[in-house]
């Protein structure tokens, strides 16, 4: 049947499906958080993060040793980390983070050789990661409303040092990346940083077994994020002490764990004193001493991420220095 002229139908249903796509288009963009002047519509500003990925290294069957990649971060802007992550491979023991105040070698070397993990005069680690995926973070109140974040700033110099095991019998070809996110520009901050209590008098006899330990001092007022400890493998126990209260301990030297307290009161030492104990056994027929190669020597740390903070500190056989 054919329609009238003018009949206005075809018209009206036009201008109604226009209308309806309009409106369509309207809750879309909407709902994506597109069009502009509306409060709610800007997208959240991207994290704030750098990446550090140390070059492949072929690490032998059987072989044990800890290598440096030197380098300077790429941030452009100072960042207080919230969150630091770590993805080691099989092959890799642990990774130790410094921060130093000049280049130790040209950025982008990787070394096996004349790598401290903590030499006398420091640097100190300012991230500890062990095997796998590991995570650790910085709480978001410090008992004042203020977060609590350790400061990374522009460009800062430093090297990863890792801890490489390789128990098969074939060569392995691995790196180790580590990500550190900060908390959002603006963000009211208590910076933390880390306190390292090294023992390196002692020496363990062939067959036999021997402790170290040592006391410092702590920086009044100090409140501590966490605490932890780090050894080679001829350690059989490690713990944190506060005079005689016991506030840190492990028997897995590999993967010591954490003591942390993510909210005030924090952690604390009521004595003023840190006391550091390292047990060894060692099954070998040579006496062990305290270095930095992995494969022959041994270490004896405690570590401790405190608050607040102007800079990291480092104890040396019972000095603290400066």
Request: contains cysteine.
């Amino acid at each position: 049947m054919s329609r009238p002229t003018g009949w206005p139908g075809r018209e009206v249903h036009v201008r109604h499906a226009s209308r309806w796509l309009s409106l369509a288009a309207a809750l879309v963009t909407a709902a994506c958080g597109g069009g502009s002047g509306g409060s709610g519509g800007a997208p959240p500003p991207p994290p704030r993060t750098l990446q550090l990925r140390t070059p492949d290294l072929v690490v032998g069957a059987g072989q044990e040793l800890a290598s440096c990649w030197y380098f300077r971060t790429p941030n452009a802007q100072d960042l207080d980390v919230r969150t630091f992550t770590s993805r080691l491979p099989a092959a890799a023991v642990s990774v130790a983070m410094m921060l130093t105040p000049d280049d130790v070698q040209a950025p982008g070397t990787q070394s096996t050789t004349g790598c401290a993990w903590a030499p006398a005069s420091g640097p100190v680690p300012a991230y500890l990661g062990s095997s796998g995926t590991a995570s650790f973070s910085f709480p978001p109140d410090d008992g004042s409303g203020k977060a609590v974040g350790l400061r990374i700033p522009a460009g800062q110099a430093g090297y990863l040092r890792v801890h490489w095991a390789n128990a098969s019998d074939q060569p392995i070809t691995a790196h180790v990346e580590l990500d550190a996110e900060a908390w959002p520009a603006g963000t009211a901050t208590t910076l933390a940083s880390p306190y390292v209590s090294l023992a390196t008098s002692f020496s363990i006899p062939a067959s036999g077994s021997a402790t170290a330990e040592t006391t410092c001092d702590v920086p009044a007022g100090a409140r501590f994020v966490a605490l932890t400890t780090r050894t080679y493998r001829h350690a059989v126990a490690t713990s944190i002490a506060d005079d005689a209260t016991t506030l840190f301990e492990s028997a897995d030297w590999s993967a010591p764990g954490f003591a942390r307290r993510d909210a005030a009161p924090f952690l604390s030492f009521a004595s003023g004193r840190l006391t550091t104990r390292c047990e060894y056994l060692n099954t070998t027929g040579s006496t062990v001493q305290p270095g930095d190669d992995p494969a022959s020597d041994e270490l004896c740390a405690g570590i401790g991420w405190y608050f607040p903070a102007t800079r990291a500190r480092l104890c040396h056989d019972g000095t603290l220095l400066p």
